[in-house]
């Protein structure tokens, strides 16, 4: 096998070309046999294979810098700079991060998982050189999808005036994790279809040189290519065309689906049914209300897939659904401005990514007091990579001036929440859905969630009351059969439905027969909701705990771990408890 | 006059064309007066009262609908839209916002303050529209400086797609508040330059139809321009040349010093010298290490004139300084990148403005720990208007992992924590520069700030303990006098210094011979800084007091007025106290 020679960029560059091409076959092979394993990103990267050798070939990495945006084909990058362990040998398949990580090896420049980042991080690092009066290549990687994200595009207006050695890959593989959207994508057409010789070139206009290969995934034409342009003095915008999932027949006729997968993607025989989730009840009541309502319109930013929007829904949606691609800033002022003109816009999102758009939310929105719907999805503790956490979601959105934040905690309150925000035309609301299984009472939640910051008593009881938000509640009720089980009487447990304000009047009755509140979120508690219940109480007698996530970028450890470490288990609360009781 | 005449854009209609011109003079030497009274946004208006009145004469406001970016150049629509008390009667200056309110008027569609909003709210509106089936004109007007954000890039994305009418007018002014930044103002002046006929057009790339006018103060061009296109059937860019300032001489000659002006700027005979400031030392300290460093930069994002970096110290500073434009997101990774690759970059950025970054804060820059320094000016409670409240950056910032967000309350401090930041290559350090007059103890600060989150005892006492942050430490002095006048004991005074991170050992200490925390902060409750103190002790018996804003939109409420609200005087701070003394 070639890829056993292969331990350092350097060794690529002793391969014949067709041991190039041998050694493309088995890198494919490695990365499919891997994700089809353990999942991961296996379309992006299937398709940067000989662009990644090609780059390694012609360049000297890390002299020369290659940033990979969003960095979700960077695995091809792994192999070829020592870390090929990870993806042929089984038992170190978790061993390195699915994105660029600095810690792991100094041919990665940044740790990067949100996408669209690149450009402005090249600049930056070709900005130093300058100063620095040192000769490198700066090079950065995009695929055509991350292209629509304003911080791309602010970053290719800056690059354009550089004076000096600036290469930006664009690699088009025509498909963002779904299909493109917006105009942008039309002048890639063209320049695909007339080979780069359209009169009408969006990054000319910005004043960049330019260069188009149609063959991007042959490695001899990209040496030839990248040859051409090493060490040039000035920007240049290498417009290459690739295939997304390049030599895995299922994933090159079905990308969309093959962008990010599951493990056993490639051994599955049928899509079996699987049971109703938050997602699906969400997608369900989207369709029937899409059927009832013209003004109604679901939104996503370029990540369809992940809330279940594939091509057929989105197709029996029409004009019902947009996806706006990679835009989340965009996403939440369109929402806005068509809630203000009286549609009813339900933004769907992960809590990763909404940290994309929190001027939006506070100018565009709330200070407009547009009543929107924004589904907040993933938010919690979990073992993801460290550029995926969906932890912050509430610090950032819970802080704004007029937006109500909720936390369902079961099928009927999220549906009841979700009717109520979509038809009512007082508040900017947000929810953030659920991250456990579909939990059912089988009782119709007729709340008016109207009247804001009205918390439920589930269980009224005494000493010690214990506030558990969202998804945390049934938490809350295992500490609380701790209490009844060990000390005999029965804590009051409270679901506070409301994230964004807290129930006075309630937390005051406390007082009476309580001496201990106990607060528990599944997120970072610095910033979050159960400050300010502790912030309520300092002029008091009662006892509060605080219970969530430490403020640290946690970087795949394991859920269970994290929730010792933050204290969050039944018994480690009641220990807590026991030492102020 | 002519304006007596005007009270809704219905009597625009009813004009010979000699009489629009006349109106426009009318309306420019309001504005001028006005502004001159008062202060505000001078150049900017002048330039566009010709477009709007044309707006106004062809379209049919406010069934048609005109979005005005940012807003900064709405006084002479407000002037026609029945609000011209507010600019011809001084007893009225007061009277309306500086920017597009739709609290005061049905003509006004969003409340806005911040740049690059205009496209993404107008796809909103356009795409309500097209739901209800409705027709009327929806038209964006954005300035050629607000074109490099992020936001209004990617609403052109999508705009651009509309199957419908979509008018977006491009005011090319030839600047941003100071001059342009980027590849794309080179397309602009090349259109300029051929008339709008250059083959290499921005605008067309995207898919945009586009039509050209030079002449962008002319009444009567404008007005047969807009009828051309009024009801087209697809999105359109119209791209007209207007001179900001114009009309008053002192304003087209030194447009960016007449962009936004204080009052009394027409009756100054000569730049008195002013004392020095926080801004001035700041400047000093920049020009002092772009000398002897060359791996030093400073960034601003399209608002240079804000921290005092004139046209004379941008050349001086020469390639260590770069304004990315407004481009605040790219900045900050920019900055981030910088600082990896060895150089050492402040990132200048408005409280307010600094919230269009969240996700370059955390993803960019501090999961990557990159050591640059955020200079965050104008933090605070204040009398601003809704659009420019400068509150929120405390829980924007602090709760971000690995961030060191720093709060000074003297001139020693700041520098002493300028140099460190800039000079350590640990962490990503923001500080939070004192909206107050400069404050110098005379004596230099040696405090090493590696050590993070070590708290500084301005004054060892018993029993209360007020920990006052940043400029409001003297809030914290003045209330201590309060109880050593009443009650004759010496409280301890507590200066923070750090934001990011709390002195356990030291709060821990306090529980020794104090029974109640008093914290004060300069920004908004919620998420802040106050909570993590209330947290901390929250299985204790201290009693602790949180002082700051509330969570609220304020608009131009004095800040006298919000003091007492939030009860920030020493005698309401003292009176809480006695009561649980």
């Known amino acids: 096998m070639i890829i056993d020679k292969i331990n350092t960029p350097e060794d690529l560059k002793k391969l014949e070309l067709a041991e190039m091409v041998t050694l493309a076959g088995e890198i494919r092979d490695?990365?499919?046999?891997?994700?089809?394993?353990?999942?991961?990103?296996?379309?992006?990267?299937?398709?940067?294979?000989?662009?990644?050798?090609?780059?390694?070939?012609?360049?000297?990495?890390?002299?020369?810098?290659?940033?990979?945006?969003?960095?979700?084909?960077?695995?091809?990058?792994?192999?070829?700079?020592?870390?090929?362990?990870?993806?042929?040998?089984?038992?170190?398949?978790?061993?390195?991060?699915?994105?660029?990580?600095?810690?792991?090896?100094?041919?990665?420049?940044?740790?990067?998982?949100?996408?669209?980042?690149?450009?402005?991080?090249?600049?930056?690092?070709?900005?130093?050189?300058?100063?620095?009066?040192?000769?490198?290549?700066v090079i950065a990687l995009i695929g055509d999808g991350s292209l629509s994200g304003g911080e791309a595009l602010e970053g290719l207006n800056n690059a354009s005036t550089f004076n000096s050695n600036f290469i930006i890959i664009v690699n088009d593989n025509e498909m963002s994790i779904a299909e493109n959207h917006g105009g942008l994508y039309s002048n890639l057409k063209l320049l695909r279809e007339t080979n780069g010789e359209a009169k009408s070139n969006f990054f000319k206009t910005l004043g960049f040189d330019y260069c188009f290969l149609k063959e991007g995934n042959d490695i001899q034409k990209l040496i030839e290519l990248f040859q051409k342009i090493k060490n040039i003095d000035h920007p240049i915008i290498v417009h290459i065309c690739t295939q997304k999932g390049c030599g895995l027949k299922q994933a090159e006729e079905n990308k969309e689906t093959f962008h990010w997968v599951m493990p056993g993607i490639l051994d599955k025989t049928?899509?079996?049914?699987?049971?109703?989730?938050?997602?699906?009840?969400?997608?369900?009541?989207?369709?029937?209300?899409?059927?009832?309502?013209?003004?109604?319109?679901?939104?996503?930013?370029?990540?369809?897939?992940?809330?279940?929007?594939?091509?057929?829904?989105?197709a029996k949606l029409g004009e019902h659904y947009t996806d706006v691609g990679i835009a989340e800033e965009?996403?939440?002022?369109?929402?806005?401005?068509?809630?203000?003109?009286?549609?009813?816009?339900?933004?769907?999102?992960?809590?990763?990514?909404?940290?994309?758009?929190?001027?939006?939310?506070?100018?565009?929105?709330?200070l407009n007091n547009s009543p929107i719907t924004m589904l907040v999805h993933?938010?919690?503790?979990?073992?993801?990579?460290?550029?995926?956490?969906?932890?912050?979601?509430?610090?950032?959105?819970?802080?704004?001036?007029?937006?109500?934040?909720?936390?369902?905690?079961?099928?009927?309150?999220?549906?009841?929440?979700?009717?109520?925000?979509?038809?009512?035309?007082?508040?900017?609301?947000?929810?953030?859905?659920?991250?456990?299984?579909?939990?059912?009472?089988?009782?119709?939640?007729?709340?008016?969630?109207?009247?804001?910051?009205?918390?439920?008593?589930?269980?009224?009881?005494?000493?010690?009351?214990?506030?558990?938000?969202?998804?945390?509640?049934?938490?809350?009720?295992?500490v609380a059969d701790e209490i009844k089980n060990k000390l005999s009487f029965e804590p009051t447990i409270i679901n506070p439905r409301f994230i964004t304000g807290i129930d006075e009047d309630l937390l005051e009755r406390l007082k009476q027969n309580h001496n201990i509140v106990v607060t528990l979120e599944d997120g970072v508690l610095d910033g979050g909701f159960g400050e300010k219940i502790s912030r309520f109480y300092g002029n008091s007698n009662m006892k509060v705990l605080n219970y969530g996530a430490k403020k640290e970028f946690t970087d795949r450890i394991s859920i269970d771990e994290l929730y010792i470490r933050y204290r969050l288990t039944k018994e480690l609360i009641f220990d807590d408890i026991m030492k102020i009781l």
């Not at 997602?279 to 939104?299: C, G, M, N, Q, R």
């Not at 508040?427 to 089988?442: A, D, Q, W, Y």
């Not at 008016?448 to 214990?466: C, D, R, T």
């Open 378 to 478: 993933w938010g919690g503790i979990s073992g993801a990579d460290a550029t995926h956490l969906c932890v912050f979601d509430i610090p950032l959105i819970s802080n704004i001036p007029n937006m109500v934040y909720l936390a369902p905690t079961n099928k009927e309150e999220y549906l009841a929440m979700l009717n109520w925000s979509v038809e009512q035309n007082q508040f900017p609301v947000g929810i953030r859905v659920p991250n456990t299984e579909l939990i059912s009472t089988g009782v119709e939640d007729k709340t008016n969630y109207s009247i804001l910051n009205k918390f439920k008593v589930e269980q009224a009881g005494e000493k010690v009351a214990i506030i558990g938000l969202g998804g945390f509640l049934s938490l809350a009720n295992k």
């Open 330 to 366: 965009h996403a939440v002022a369109y929402c806005s401005a068509l809630a203000k003109s009286g549609a009813k816009p339900i933004f769907n999102v992960m809590s990763s990514f909404v940290q994309r758009t929190y001027d939006q939310l506070s100018q565009d929105l709330c």
């Open 30 to 137: 490695a990365i499919i046999n891997k994700v089809n394993a353990i999942g991961g990103h296996m379309a992006p990267n299937l398709g940067i294979v000989e662009t990644t050798l090609a780059l390694h070939y012609v360049f000297n990495s890390p002299m020369d810098k290659i940033i990979y945006d969003v960095s979700h084909q960077c695995y091809p990058h792994k192999i070829v700079t020592g870390r090929k362990d990870g993806f042929i040998n089984p038992e170190c398949y978790l061993k390195y991060t699915g994105y660029t990580a600095p810690e792991e090896c100094d041919h990665d420049l940044f740790k990067i998982g949100h996408t669209s980042t690149s450009v402005s991080l090249a600049c930056g690092v070709a900005k130093a050189r300058d100063l620095k009066n040192e000769k490198s290549n």
């Open 270 to 314: 049928s899509d079996a049914q699987t049971p109703a989730t938050y997602a699906s009840i969400t997608l369900d009541y989207i369709l029937e209300k899409a059927k009832e309502d013209k003004t109604f319109v679901t939104v996503t930013a370029g990540t369809p897939g992940v809330f279940g929007f594939n091509s057929k829904i989105r």
